[in-house]
């Protein structure tokens, strides 16, 4: 295994020579063997203590540990520590372990499959492990690609192979790669034994869809690119065998590159809880040296007279060093107010919590098989504080199924159906769709309803023939006929599928290729074109091109690509044509569809020698080749010829515009950021409610330069303020902004409004010195729309929000150009769709259609935030009324650390008595049920102004709990100093007092967290009284005389629980002492719940309500359907639902309910915190002028 992670220089190039092992290993390159553990058995133990220790609170722990083990200062027993946190590391310990272990089996898994290796001439099985750099490599149909190879040979034509890539990209569909020229040839043994070229190429890198390299053999030098390359990960397939040459091997793969840690993200509620524990070490801290400061004075005025009986231990000589040793004395018996116990708990309920969100039946996909995960344990509660959602849009808000809808062909539209009155035909009043039977070939899924296309090809008609031959000749799908005339498409993207489908139906069948050949199927006529060169698509491209040459010789370019950047390439001829397929495209972008444009250009033979030339020494220069081919085929890809436009229509997802709306009432802003253009996205926000007619306005920049988009957000900015002068939703503009000073104006706007920006637009408006602009602008909108971004725009977005807005941010996307994005935000939701699982890789919950998102935050977040903080608030509070006791107690025993409660009952105080009910609660609460969550969007917001667990909610149980302590010691203490027993004897003795405040404690806790409970189970009750009955049985237990028998030394005081408790006097004192504690609460409870519920009490009541009504409604429900407008899109709901959320209707509050809320003045409660909320913050810039926070 010393292989694996053997340290080596860093590389500036990578050189390889095959079959030369001795060559190889003077540059130390990596071995194929992977390690991806982090133990063996060696350093389990010593390393994964060194990693618990980490831990501030571990630490902190160990070290009052050691404090214990000081006889002078401890008064407590070490197991009361230690009992605790030996169990937190044995649990710790015992997860990692199994963890390493499936790692380590893993490991040894894929390290030990076997190869077949060329070592001298003679093809040997090896272990993945034991294979080199330089080593050849012979794979077969179906095996696992070992290392990064240089395809050398394979036993298709012209050295082709076909990989699917799944374990890289998530993308099942084959792909092609093809083995260069000089060695396609080398498929015999003897002749790759002999082979020594040598290949110089980039250093390891994680870049998947990217090689530059040179071959070197024979005193020639070839250049290599990644279409030569076979990955780790992929696996071959309909390729009988292959062979390679390693280039990269185990840790240097590109797979191995790609697996860095994801970065981790802490929630805010984990961020508060680490400042509160250093308060409450301070606050520790402080009553050590007031009780230390006592111990000190005591000593000196009250203990030096009682030296006779009570001598100073021999250490100490003076009553200051009394003191100081009070001071750490009390330090370890104090600790408990934060028990590690914490910390393990609030693990427990995280992972209770997902797995909630992974059973839940109503976020599992049928469809697809495929159920709701969360990625993650440590971000369920801030599922319930989402206040910004950034969506990709193709294949997250729309299904990434592509159906070819429309196309222009030189000038002309097809696509629409009209009636007998020329009237536009909608989808439901359509005639059949055309018949393609005199197509053999056809596929027979494929839909087209205008019949005119079907004539223009049948009638020869030249620009239509050449419209659909580009289709079916400019692209990389892949075909496979398993049957004879079965054709199988295997494309990279659905668009591209649905292209070549199009012009197979429409009698251009594509039916094969080669490396060097395309052979199509026109009108029933096989013809085969030489394929001179794929130009291939990128990011920044934004374009496709081939260059063939057809059976007459001629050689002609075919290109489709964005309208933005094809539109800007053709010949000045085309102007008129232009002109008509501009209004054509923005007619198919305002029905919501996907456009590209296809052109095509004719090439003289000589042009086309010269420029190949030029293409071949760009493709062997060793720097900058990228931008080298780049400037080559943008020097081609000019003066072309305008053919038409295709338009694909995308269907929105189900239940998306519903989604949206809820999420929109509940205060929570969606962003969509897409690649598309402008029209399309607009329509799309449209269609799924986030852009609505009754919008104030749509403000819409297209500045191309920054004085341009300088002054479109600023006159959008003045727009709205102007707006919010004469509207105002009941509120003067001034009476808004009385109380916002630091806080940018546009936050208190009335109206509506929605940013729509493009993506030239964007990168201007991202620049330092505007970014604040548009940040203002944008989160005063309802709703923004970014179109053309690219990846990296798309994270830079959600890294503005989070600079500077204090919000929790989500995003969410379903390919490969939004995990950048996923990872950027604090919360990164991956939708298993069409475009593979990277994003799922990279996110921290996943699942496979948008609308789950509704439920994943309104019901489980909700749920999750609102237990995290009950928990939380009462952890604290039982912890404090526990410890105190002790403060208060050490006034009456002369500050000598003695502790109040016996030292077993410290130590089974948080793992036994308490921790189950209290986990029961954080687990299982609820304070609505789910139905209402979602008719209910408002609930949410508590959790977006972090109202349920803060600094203020922490302080109120900390106040609670030191009153409880007062109450829990000083009562009995009062009662104990004139009882007596039944026999007339004294009743005040340690043991009993310690018995009697103990039982107190355990009782007033359990009925607390009765009342803080609001959704009752059987666990909770088994939990609640089960924690009682276990105390209970352990105190008799301990007081019983077997156990004196069997521990004399330990258990000394036989029978005292039971005479204790047997007096009515104690039972007098536990009773007056729980209603003491707890009737305030109630009382406090009521008068709130009456004079200023919460929505959710509200919620609650009128459900109440609603019950006794029900027999009354029923004669009232309504019978009957409404209409609705017709959709271009094929929703799976009824027509205007979403309008109906965004409306507010359907907050179904009883007339009764919604009288109470209203004239109790509570409705705005949650807009009065975010006021306040907004005054607090401050501008993110420093100044009072360009605040954001509202």
């Known amino acids: 295994m010393a292989l694996c992670t053997k340290k080596r220089p860093p590389e500036e190039e990578r050189r390889a020579r095959a079959n030369d092992r001795e060559y190889n290993e003077k540059f130390q390159y990596a071995s194929n063997c992977i390690k991806t553990s982090k133990y063996n058995i060696v350093t389990f133990l010593p390393v994964n203590l060194f990693e618990q220790f980490q831990e501030v609170a571990n630490t902190y722990f160990l070290f009052l540990l050691i404090l ?20 937190v590391l044995t649990i710790t310990a015992v997860k990692d372990a199994t963890d390493d272990y499936f790692r380590h089996k893993s490991d040894n898994q894929v390290n030990n499959r076997q190869s077949q290796v060329l070592i001298s001439g003679i093809l040997q099985q090896e272990q993945w492990m034991n294979v080199r750099v330089g080593d050849i490599i012979k794979l077969e149909n179906n095996q696992f690609v070992a290392a990064d190879l240089l395809l050398l040979s394979s036993s298709e034509p012209h050295g082709l192979c076909y990989i699917e890539t ?3 990209d998530g993308e099942t569909n084959m792909k092609v790669r093809q083995a260069i020229p000089v060695t396609s040839e080398l498929g015999d043994i003897n002749k790759l034994a002999k082979f020594d070229g040598e290949v110089i190429c980039e250093p390891p890198n994680n870049k998947l869809d990217k090689f530059s390299g040179t071959l070197y053999w024979k005193e020639n030098k070839f250049p290599l690119s990644n279409q030569n390359m076979l990955l780790r990960g992929c696996v071959l397939r ?42 409450i070490f301070g606050f520790l801290v402080c009553m050590g040296v007031i009780l230390a400061i006592g111990n000190a004075i005591w ?63 109503k976020m599992y996909c049928v469809k697809k098989r495929t159920p709701a995960e969360a990625r993650t344990t440590t971000l369920n509660e801030e599922l319930g504080q989402v206040e910004y959602i950034f969506s990709d849009k193709t294949g997250t808000l729309t299904q990434n199924i592509m159906i070819f809808n429309k196309c222009s062909i030189y000038g002309r539209s097809y696509g629409d159906v009209f009636d007998v009155l020329g009237h536009k035909a909608e989808l439901g009043e359509r005639p059949e769709p055309i018949d393609f039977s005199f197509n053999p070939l056809a596929d027979k899924k494929f839909l087209f309803w205008d019949p005119s296309l079907l004539e223009a090809v049948k009638m020869g008609d030249p620009h239509t023939h050449e419209f659909f031959r580009l289709l079916s000749l400019c692209h990389t799908v892949m075909s496979e006929e398993k049957n004879e005339g079965e054709l199988y498409y295997k494309a990279q993207s659905p668009d591209e599928g649905a292209l070549v489908t199009a012009a197979r139906n429409f ?58 950047i094809l539109l800007e390439r053709l010949h000045p001829s085309n102007q008129e044509l232009l002109n008509t397929t501009m209004d054509h495209l923005n007619e198919y972008a305002g029905d919501g569809l996907r456009t590209l444009v296809l052109a095509y250009k004719d090439l003289e033979e000589e042009y086309y020698e010269e420029w190949a030339e030029r293409r071949l020494r760009a493709s062997l220069a060793q720097d900058s080749r990228e931008d080298r081919l780049a400037s080559v085929y943008e020097e081609v890809e000019n003066d072309m010829m305008l053919l038409g436009a295709t338009a694909i229509e995308d269907k929105l997802q189900q239940g998306v515009p519903e989604t949206i709306a809820l999420l929109t009432l509940a205060n929570i802003k969606i962003w969509v950021l897409t690649g598309d253009k402008q029209e399309t996205a607009v329509n799309i926000g449209y269609s799924c409610k986030m852009l609505t007619d009754d919008m104030t306005e749509v403000f819409i920049v297209t500045g191309h330069t920054v004085l341009e988009v300088r002054e479109e957000l600023r006159k959008a900015r003045e727009k709205m303020m102007e707006s919010s002068r004469t509207v105002g939703n009941g509120f003067s503009y001034q009476e808004k902004l009385s109380s916002s000073k630091l806080t940018s104006v546009l936050e208190a706007i009335a109206g509506e409004y929605a940013l729509v920006i493009n993506g030239h637009s964007l990168a201007h408006a991202l620049e330092a010195d505007m970014e604040l602009e548009f940040l203002e602008t944008a989160c005063a909108c309802k709703a923004v729309i970014c179109c053309r971004v690219t990846p990296l725009q798309k994270a830079q977005v959600v890294e503005l929000v989070k600079k500077y807005k204090k919000a929790v941010t989500l995003a969410i996307g379903d390919g490969a150009n939004d995990v950048s994005m996923i990872k950027t935000a604090h919360i990164g939701v991956g939708i298993s769709g069409q475009e593979g699982i990277q994003a799922v890789l990279a996110s921290d919950y996943s699942f496979s259609q948008f609308k789950f998102l509704q439920r994943l935050l309104l019901v489980h977040g909700r749920w999750s935030y609102l237990r995290m903080c009950k928990f939380l608030c009462y952890f604290f509070y039982k912890n404090f009324a526990f410890t105190m006791v002790h403060f208060w107690f050490g006034f009456f025993c002369g500050f000598s650390a003695q502790t109040v409660y016996d030292q077993y009952f410290i130590t089974l105080y948080n793992i036994v008595y308490t921790s189950l009910p209290v986990l029961a609660m954080g687990v299982f609460d609820q304070d609505v049920p789910e139905q209402r969550s979602m008719e209910y969007p408002k609930l949410y917001e508590p959790g977006q102004l972090n109202l349920l667990f803060n600094k203020r909610e922490f302080f109120i149980c900390i106040a609670q709990g030191i009153y409880t302590s007062v109450l829990m010691f000083f009562i009995p203490y009062g009662v104990f100093a004139e009882a007596t027993r039944d ?16 039982t107190s404690l355990v009782i007033v806790v359990s009925v607390q967290i009765g009342l803080d409970t609001g959704y009752w189970t059987a666990i909770n009750h088994f939990f609640i009284w089960g924690s009682l009955a276990v105390y209970f049985a352990i105190l008799f237990a301990m007081h019983s005389k077997g156990l004196f028998e069997m521990f004399p030394n330990q258990f000394r005081f036989v029978g005292n629980a039971q005479n204790t408790l047997a007096q009515p006097t104690v039972w007098f004192t536990i009773v007056l002492t729980t209603v003491v504690c707890i009737m305030p609460v109630v009382a406090f409870r009521f008068l709130k719940l009456d004079l200023k519920p919460e929505l959710s009490d509200t919620v609650r009541y009128t459900q109440l309500v609603r019950k006794k009504q029900k027999a009354q409604h029923r004669c009232m429900r309504r019978v009957g359907r409404t209409g609705s407008r017709r959709s271009g899109y094929a929703f799976s709901h009824q027509e205007g639902f979403g309008e109906l959320i965004m409306s507010g209707k359907n907050m179904r509050l009883s007339s009764l309910a919604l009288s109470s809320f209203t004239t109790r003045s509570s409705s705005s409660w949650i807009e009065t915190l975010r006021r306040k909320k907004s005054d607090s913050a401050s501008s993110p810039s420093g100044g009072a002028e360009k605040p954001l926070k509202g």
């Open 68 to 87: 214990q083990l000081i006889p002078q200062i401890s008064s407590l027993s070490w197991f009361t520590t230690i009992v605790p946190l030996a169990l």
């Open 166 to 168: 799944a374990e890289l």
């Open 238 to 279: 309909n390729t009988e065998w292959c062979f390679g040459l390693v280039i990269f091997a185990g840790p240097d793969t590109k797979l191995m590159q790609n697996s860095g840690r994801t970065k981790f993200k802490r929630t805010s509620i984990d961020r508060l809880m680490n400042t509160l524990v250093l308060w």
């Open 299 to 361: 000593e000196y005025e009250v203990g030096a007279r009682f030296q006779v009986y009570l001598p100073w231990d021999e250490a100490v000589d003076s009553a200051f060093f009394s003191g100081f040793l009070s001071f750490w004395s009390y330090i370890i018996i104090l600790n408990t107010v934060v028990p590690i116990s914490l910390y393990v708990s609030v693990e427990v309920i995280r992972l209770g919590h997902s797995y909630f969100i992974n059973w839940d039946k």
């Open 507 to 564: 009698g251009f069948v594509f039916r094969s290729r080669t490396p060097k050949t395309i052979t199509v199927h026109e009108m029933g006529k096989a013809i085969t074109y030489q394929l001179l060169a794929i130009l291939d698509f990128n990011n920044i491209r934004k374009r496709m091109s081939v260059i063939v040459r057809n059976p007459e010789g001629k050689i002609r370019l075919y290109c489709k690509g964005a309208d933005t």
């Open 983 to 998: 026999d007339g004897t004294q009743l005040a003795d340690y043991q009993s007092f310690a018995v009697t405040v103990a």
